[in-house]
């Protein structure tokens, strides 16, 4: 019934073991910060304007990579005795990157510094050509067929860059970057100390956690657990964290940093990031508290309207409405296609356009689409699972119809494996041993996703709905004479006692006030007989 392999716990194991040939890495085997091409020019450049005393100004982004990496710089140069000037662009007003208006907003500087950003800012480049401006940029995006014509590019992706790691963030450039000028400087800066912060931007910013990704963020869960870092403690007390784990910062700290950006200004973040008191910590906390109830709120509302919007039948879903939040509408658009597990783009129209965004589903190249329909757009971008499009309003619906012509054939409905279902495990398979087996994989998150599997006709024994608005489900399942207890979260109606189950889950050990209890995590109640 289900496309996936029988498993036992021994075959469990294994696939996940094949998921890293080589082993696990540790920071010891991080290559040097020389490896990245024009590293040590960058390096240079910048030790001189220290020593000459030159205005350096420092560009970041708006999300968690570009906030945390504008955090790296600043507190690396505070550590020098050096106040960075800084500018985080503001989604809304400036929008992305290095573009001529925030270079204005700069004015007159002898090195500009990017953080996140800057690969394709080519007119940007130009200008502080004319002005007699070095720019430094440090990014990890894509490269354009040409580059911006900077004084220096670090960037892991352009041709003939030596570093051995593709698939890194941003922050991590920085973090290299800082790393080389300390030992150009001969600076006695321990570069650890910034590895909790670098963790946040490698999770949140979704890179593979394989090779020196896993061994950052590893090392990097554990000093949040431990730092003194205002800001991580005043988070820690805040919300009674007493153990990081990558999928809480993917599904807690990294959304709360990212709502800054979404509905007012990033600055606040990277503040919250260096605050240097408690008091300032915990007061930039509720403000991001704020800014995330709002997003959440705002993003409830957008879903809803959307979702009376769409024709759940397009082989495309396009929800277009009337000055939607543009912070939200990303998110949106990534709802809407794991629900209906197909591409889609959301729309809000601003004036005289409309602007969106899209989120693709499965193999669809959602980027490809779009190429195809370009005639319809005044500007798109992205990559194929992600895009940013903008169009005139009278141009929405023929833009519409082209999408769907041209994926009922690039994007024709495939059924596709899920790679986070290993297979189907009798829950007769699970055990403690087994959870632990499967912890030692950890950090969990993309390219190493949490195992989850798939058990058939699991007798029902017990039901109790929890939450405030008994929106939670524990279950008592009978394994032979055993019983096993699971978990449903945010779930809707719960089977009866006595129904047989298919359910899609993960083993976990759930530990509270010193106890170990085995549990299964219950994603999908599959199918009820």
Same mark, same amino acid.
């Given at each position: 019934?289900?496309?996936?392999?029988? /498993?036992?716990?021994?075959?469990?194991?294994?696939?996940?073991?094949?998921?890293?040939?080589?082993?696990? +890495?540790?920071?010891?085997?991080?290559?040097?910060?020389?490896?990245?091409?024009?590293?040590?020019?960058?390096?240079?450049?910048?030790?001189?304007?220290?020593?000459?005393?030159?205005?350096? *100004?420092?560009?970041?982004?708006?999300?968690?990579?570009? *906030?945390?990496?504008?955090?790296?710089?600043?507190?690396?140069?505070?550590?020098?005795?050096?106040?960075?000037?800084?500018? #985080?662009?503001?989604?809304?007003?400036?929008?992305?990157?290095?573009?001529?208006?925030?270079?204005?907003?700069?004015?007159?500087?002898?090195?500009?510094?990017?953080?996140?950003?800057?690969?394709?800012?080519?007119?940007?480049?130009?200008?502080?050509?004319?002005?007699?401006?070095?720019?430094?940029?440090?990014?990890?995006?894509?490269?354009?067929?040409?580059?911006?014509?900077?004084?220096?590019?670090?960037?892991?992706?352009?041709?003939?860059?030596?570093?051995?790691?593709?698939?890194?963030?941003?922050?991590?450039?920085?973090?290299?970057?800082?790393?080389?000028?300390?030992?150009?400087?001969?600076?006695?800066?321990?570069?650890?100390?910034?590895?909790?912060?670098?963790?946040?931007?490698?999770? =949140?910013?979704?890179?593979?956690?394989?090779?020196?990704?896993?061994?950052? *963020?590893?090392?990097?869960?554990?000093?949040?657990?431990?730092?003194?870092?205002?800001?991580?403690?005043?988070?820690?007390?805040?919300?009674?964290?007493?153990?990081?784990?990558?999928?809480?910062?993917?599904?807690?700290?990294?959304?709360?940093?990212?709502?800054?950006?979404?509905?007012?200004?990033?600055?606040?973040?990277?503040?919250?990031?260096?605050?240097?008191?408690?008091?300032?910590?915990?007061?930039?906390?509720?403000?991001?508290?704020?800014?995330?109830?709002?997003?959440?709120?705002?993003?409830?509302?957008?879903?809803?309207?959307?979702?009376?919007?769409?024709?759940?039948?397009?082989?495309?879903? *396009?929800?277009?409405?009337?000055?939607?939040?543009?912070?939200?509408?990303? #998110?949106?658009?990534?709802?809407? =296609?794991?629900?209906?597990?197909?591409?889609?783009?959301?729309?809000?129209?601003?004036?005289?356009?409309?602007?969106?965004?899209?989120?693709?589903?499965?193999?669809?190249? +959602?980027? &490809?689409?779009?190429?195809?329909? &370009?005639?319809?757009?005044?500007?798109?971008?992205?990559?194929?699972? =992600?895009?940013?499009?903008?169009?005139?309003?009278?141009?929405?619906?023929?833009?519409?119809?082209?999408?769907?012509?041209?994926?009922?054939?690039?994007?024709?409905?495939?059924?596709?494996?899920?790679?986070?279902?290993?297979?189907?495990?009798? #829950?007769?398979?699970?055990?403690?041993?087994?959870?632990?087996?499967?912890?030692?994989?950890?950090?969990?998150?993309?390219?190493? /996703?949490?195992?989850?599997?798939?058990?058939?006709?699991?007798?029902? =024994?017990?039901?109790?709905?929890?939450?405030?608005?008994?929106?939670?489900?524990?279950?008592?399942?009978?394994?032979?004479?055993?019983?096993?207890?699971?978990?449903?979260?945010?779930?809707?109606?719960?089977?009866?006692?006595?129904?047989?189950?298919?359910?899609?889950?993960?083993?976990?050990?759930?530990?509270?006030?010193?106890?170990?209890?085995?549990?299964?995590? #219950?994603?999908?109640?599959?199918?009820?007989?």
């Amino acid at each position: 019934m289900y496309p996936y392999p029988r /498993l036992d716990a021994r075959k469990v194991i294994e696939l996940l073991r094949s998921r890293f040939p080589d082993g696990f +890495l540790t920071l010891k085997d991080l290559p040097d910060p020389y490896r990245f091409k024009d590293m040590q020019k960058a390096v240079r450049r910048l030790t001189l304007a220290l020593d000459r005393g030159e205005r350096i *100004v420092l560009i970041g982004d708006y999300d968690v990579d570009g *906030v945390v990496s504008t955090t790296i710089m600043r507190l690396f140069f505070r550590e020098l005795g050096h106040d960075l000037e800084w500018i #985080i662009p503001n989604r809304f007003t400036d929008g992305y990157g290095l573009s001529p208006g925030v270079l204005d907003r700069v004015g007159e500087a002898d090195v500009i510094l990017t953080v996140d950003n800057g690969i394709a800012a080519h007119e940007a480049a130009r200008l502080c050509r004319e002005q007699g401006i070095d720019l430094i940029v440090t990014d990890h995006h894509i490269v354009p067929d040409t580059p911006p014509e900077a004084y220096a590019i670090v960037n892991q992706k352009q041709s003939e860059c030596p570093f051995p790691y593709e698939e890194v963030c941003g922050a991590q450039i920085a973090w290299y970057l800082a790393a080389a000028l300390r030992r150009e400087l001969g600076a006695a800066i321990d570069l650890r100390d910034y590895l909790d912060l670098t963790a946040l931007a490698i999770v =949140a910013d979704v890179m593979p956690l394989h090779h020196i990704n896993r061994a950052m *963020v590893r090392f990097g869960l554990e000093r949040l657990d431990t730092t003194e870092r205002p800001a991580i403690r005043a988070y820690r007390e805040r919300f009674g964290i007493r153990e990081f784990t990558a999928e809480s910062v993917a599904f807690g700290l990294a959304p709360l940093l990212n709502s800054a950006g979404r509905m007012e200004d990033a600055a606040v973040a990277s503040d919250f990031l260096a605050a240097e008191e408690m008091e300032t910590a915990r007061t930039l906390l509720e403000r991001l508290v704020a800014h995330n109830e709002e997003r959440k709120e705002t993003e409830r509302a957008v879903t809803r309207e959307a979702l009376e919007g769409i024709d759940p039948d397009a082989a495309v879903l *396009v929800a277009a409405g009337e000055r939607w939040h543009e912070g939200v509408l990303g #998110i949106v658009a990534a709802r809407l =296609a794991h629900r209906f597990e197909r591409p889609a783009l959301v729309l809000t129209r601003l004036g005289d356009r409309y602007k969106g965004s899209g989120r693709s589903w499965g193999e669809c190249d +959602l980027f &490809a689409l779009l190429q195809g329909c &370009a005639e319809h757009l005044t500007g798109f971008g992205g990559h194929r699972a =992600a895009v940013g499009l903008a169009l005139a309003p009278e141009d929405l619906d023929p833009f519409a119809r082209c999408l769907q012509e041209r994926a009922r054939s690039l994007c024709a409905q495939t059924e596709t494996l899920d790679p986070a279902i290993l297979g189907i495990l009798d #829950i007769a398979e699970v055990d403690e041993g087994l959870c632990r087996t499967i912890e030692g994989y950890e950090p969990f998150g993309h390219g190493n /996703l949490r195992p989850r599997f798939i058990a058939m006709d699991v007798p029902v =024994a017990a039901v109790r709905r929890m939450g405030r608005e008994r929106e939670h489900a524990r279950y008592t399942f009978r394994v032979g004479e055993r019983f096993l207890e699971g978990v449903h979260f945010r779930c809707g109606e719960s089977p009866a006692v006595g129904k047989r189950v298919d359910i899609l889950y993960s083993p976990e050990l759930n530990r509270f006030n010193g106890t170990e209890r085995l549990q299964l995590r #219950i994603e999908r109640i599959l199918r009820t007989k």
